[in-house]
Structures are given as C-alpha cells and as structure tokens.
C-alpha cells in the first residue's frame, strides 16, 4: 500500500530497479484506482471513438466538397450560356 509522502529519486530508482515494473504497475494502480490494463483499455477507446470521429468529418466534408463542385458546375455552365449569348448577339450585330 502507498502512502503519502516524500521519497527521493535515488530512492524510487533502487526501488524501480530492484522490483522492475511489477513495482510500477502496483503503484500506478494504487495511486490512480485503476490498474494499467484498465488505463490502456480507456486510453485505446478513446482513440477508436476520435477515428470514428475524425472519418465522420471526413465523410461531411466530402460531400460538402461534393455539393460545392456542383453549384460550381451550374454556375459555370450558366456563365458559359451567358458568354454565347452575348457572343451570338454581337455577331448578329455585326451582319
């Protein structure tokens, strides 16, 4: 069982070196209530929950993307009809 106080670095490095990590799982798990596995678990959760997350943007930004290069499209195809028109216009014009 850990109890609070002070230990100097030397100290913790003899201990840590004599024990090894038994010594440092058990303690981590004394002083945060939760053994390393659990952390891991949490910490690898939490990672899957972000990449979900981050291909859902992905996914929004794509077909934001997707809309945006049809507007484009339309707005294009209307600016090209404009420029005929206005072409054909002169060129009647100029009979």
């Not at 799982?25 to 979900?52: D, N, P, S, V, W």
């Amino acid at each position: 069982m850990a109890t609070e106080g002070n230990v100097s670095e030397r100290t913790l490095t003899k201990a840590i070196k004599a024990e090894g990590w038994d010594l440092l799982l058990e303690l981590g798990a004394e002083l945060t209530g939760e053994t390393f596995e659990e952390f891991e678990e949490r910490r690898q959760q939490r990672i899957i929950e972000e990449a979900k997350s981050a291909q859902e943007t992905v996914r929004i930004l794509r077909a934001k993307r997707a809309a945006l290069d049809k507007r484009a499209i339309v707005a294009l195809d209307a600016f090209d009809r404009s420029l005929d028109d206005r072409q054909r216009n002169r060129a009647g014009r100029g009979r």
